[in-house]
Structures are given as structure tokens and as C-alpha cells.
């Protein structure tokens, strides 16, 4: 048997029943490549069936606010995925009469989808034997064949798609493709696999020199940079609060969140009260302040680690205008935010 014969039949045997393997309707199989996107199943899987649900059509999600999208996505990060998800909607909706293009070069052209995604949908969607890797089949195809070339260098992306190409199943890719990534997800994982149970066990390179923990190779990210947030969350005598759309570009951009003052080093109280921006933002006004969290809530991302306050103001009158307290739940917002309002008891 051949490398795509024997992780077809594994697949036949171990694959997991998922709601997008039942189908090969273009709008779903799109729908939870970009939600499983640095995200795994188990989290996935209720944010998919929530957007069919709640958009079981291309045209239900064109028809979305932006932030009604945004807010169905709360907790998945990554959140320019969801506003390429309702423009590439609003896209295919408008121009395309609802219909997926048929094609890998099309589909690429498509915001948000980049050679992954686009040979997912061409694959199992139409048949076209376009190969997907991701870091489950980097994982694979270093390990099986004893690759040491970095999977983030440009020569590394490019021999892994000529490899990955070349060994797919030209009549079936669709199921290729899917086997190779469950086996990657289930049976090739990155931490302790049980390589006494797989069915490449015989022939793995990195089994038999003893390097299935240094496969793949990873060329080393750029240096994590350390932030510091202090959010002021206001809370006056009419119970409301300020709460502010982040408009600019970055993270969590359209998101909604308090005012936010970003330092170089942490903020003490003392810091605090000294603060020409606080007091900016204060115009003034009388108030009384508390520090809700002495230790800093870490939020840790890809490139930057966040080091967050958040601080009670309490004042007769807002500074400006605001949203009524019980409003908060209502807007799309960052993990950060989110679980703060979750877990603070503002006055009712």
C-alpha cells in the first residue's frame, strides 16, 4: 500500500464524526476551515454549529452587522478572521449570487483564504486534488520522511507543498486530505505520539533515528514584546459606564472595550493618580478610584504578552457620554474584557 492507501484506510477506522464531513457544501466546509484555523475541535465545535444556526446561509451572514458577527465569534482571538468572514460573505452574496468559486486560484483571490483554506474547499468541495498543508501535515511528512528543513523558511513551504502534491490521491483527494489531518490531530501529535500503534511505525524515519520530539523543525519567532494595559472602567451614580469601539488596526480592532491607557512600565497606584492621561480623561471631575486586580491579569499572544489593570473609577457624572451598565453584554468584545464583566459585580 501506498502512503495515501494506508492513511485513507487508517481514517476509514479513526475519524471522528464532525458536522462539516457530512457534507460538501462549499458555505459549510469555509465556514469551519476559518473557525478551526488556530483553533482545535473541541473549541471549534460549538462556535460552527452556532454560526449555522444562527447563519445557515452565505446570505443570512452577508445580511449580519459586523458586530453581530464579532460577538458570535467572542473567545475565539484571531478576530480579523471574523471580519474577513462577513466581508468574504458579503462578497460572494453580492457578486458571485451566493455561489462559491470552483476553483484553487479563485478561491484564493477570496479575502481571508490563503493556500491552505483554498485547497481545503477545492478539494473536498470539487473534487480538485490540491494539496493542504498545515502544521498536522508538516508534523507528518517531517517526521515520516526525516525532514529537517525549517517548516517556517521559504524553502521549507515550498518542499513540503511539492511533497504533500505529490503524494496525494489524484482520484480521491477530498479523503486524502482529511485523513491526513485527522491523522495529524489524533495519531502524529506533537507531544508524545503512540508510535506503537501507527501504521507507518515500520518505515518512519524520525522513529528510527529517534527524532520524532525534534521534528519538525521551526525556525525561531521574532521576540515577544511585553505591554502594559490599564483599563478605566467608570462607573457612575445613573449607572453607566464609557465603553469605546477600537477602531484602529491591530488587535481586536472593531472590537468594543473601557478606555485604555497603555504604558511602557506597570502602573502603581500612586502612578495612577499622577497620570496626565487619566487626568485628561477625568476633565477634572471629582472621583474615587480602586484597583480592582494588584496582580496583573497576563493575556499572552503570538507577539506580545499583556500585562492588564483594571481600575474603578467612580464618579457622579461621566466625563462623556455612556452606555447604561446593563448595555455591556450587548457589544463584542476581547477574552480581557469579557471576563472581567463577567466576574465584576457592577452595582445593578
Known amino acids: 500500500m501506498n502512503f495515501s492507501s494506508i492513511i485513507t484506510n487508517w481514517y476509514s477506522i479513526h475519524k471522528r464524526s464532525l ?3 457530512n457534507t460538501k457544501e462549499p458555505y459549510y466546509i469555509w465556514l469551519s476551515e476559518i473557525i478551526l484555523q488556530q483553533t482545535q475541535i473541541t473549541q471549534g465545535l460549538p462556535y460552527y454549529e452556532a ?11 452577508a445580511n449580519a452587522k459586523e458586530s453581530e458577527v464579532l460577538k458570535l465569534w467572542q473567545g475565539l482571538g484571531y478576530y480579523s478572521r471574523a471580519r474577513n468572514l462577513h466581508k468574504t460573505a458579503t462578497y460572494i452574496a453580492n457578486e458571485l449570487n451566493g455561489t ?3 476553483t484553487y486560484t479563485d478561491l484564493l483571490k477570496l479575502k ?3 493556500d491552505y483554506t483554498a485547497s481545503a474547499i477545492a478539494s473536498i468541495c470539487f473534487n480538485k486534488p490540491k494539496a493542504v498543508v498545515d502544521g498536522n ?20 513551504i515550498k518542499e513540503f507543498k511539492k511533497l504533500a502534491t505529490a503524494l496525494i490521491d ?7 486530505n482529511q485523513a491526513i489531518m485527522e491523522f495529524g490531530a489524533r495519531q502524529c501529535k506533537p507531544k508524545n505520539p503512540d508510535c506503537s500503534v501507527c501504521p507507518f511505525n515500520n518505515s518512519c524515519v524520525a522513529l528510527q533515528k529517534n527524532d520524532i520530539d525534534k521534528l519538525p523543525v521551526k525556525l525561531k519567532k521574532t521576540k515577544v ?12 451614580s445613573d449607572k453607566k459606564t464609557l465603553f469605546e469601539k477600537r477602531t484602529y488596526k491591530g488587535i481586536w480592532q472593531n472590537l468594543y472595550q473601557f478606555p485604555l491607557i497603555e504604558t511602557k512600565i506597570p502602573l502603581n497606584i500612586d ?33 506580545q504578552h499583556l500585562y492588564t489593570k483594571f481600575w474603578i473609577i467612580e464618579v457622579d457624572k461621566l466625563p462623556s457620554e455612556g452606555i447604561s451598565i446593563s448595555e455591556l453584554t450587548t457589544f463584542p468584545t476581547n477574552i480581557l474584557i469579557s471576563n472581567f464583566i463577567d466576574e465584576f459585580k457592577f452595582p445593578i
Open 225 to 236: 514584546s511585553n505591554k502594559y494595559y490599564n483599563f478605566l472602567v467608570f462607573i457612575s
Open 271 to 303: 502612578a495612577f493618580k499622577a497620570s496626565a492621561k487619566v487626568k485628561s480623561l477625568l476633565n477634572d471631575i471629582s472621583f474615587e478610584f480602586s484597583l480592582y486586580n494588584e496582580k496583573d491579569i497576563v493575556h499572552k499572544l503570538s507577539h
Open 100 to 102: 462559491f468559486p470552483d
Open 51 to 61: 454560526f449555522v444556526n444562527k447563519f445557515p446561509t452565505v446570505f443570512d451572514l
Open 137 to 156: 501535515v508538516y508534523r507528518i511528512l517531517s517526521r515520516y520522511y526525516g525532514i529537517e528543513t525549517p517548516i517556517n523558511s521559504t524553502e521549507g
Open 112 to 114: 481571508g483564504i490563503g
Open 170 to 176: 489524484k482520484n480521491n483527494p477530498a479523503e486524502h
Open 19 to 21: 458536522p462539516w464531513r
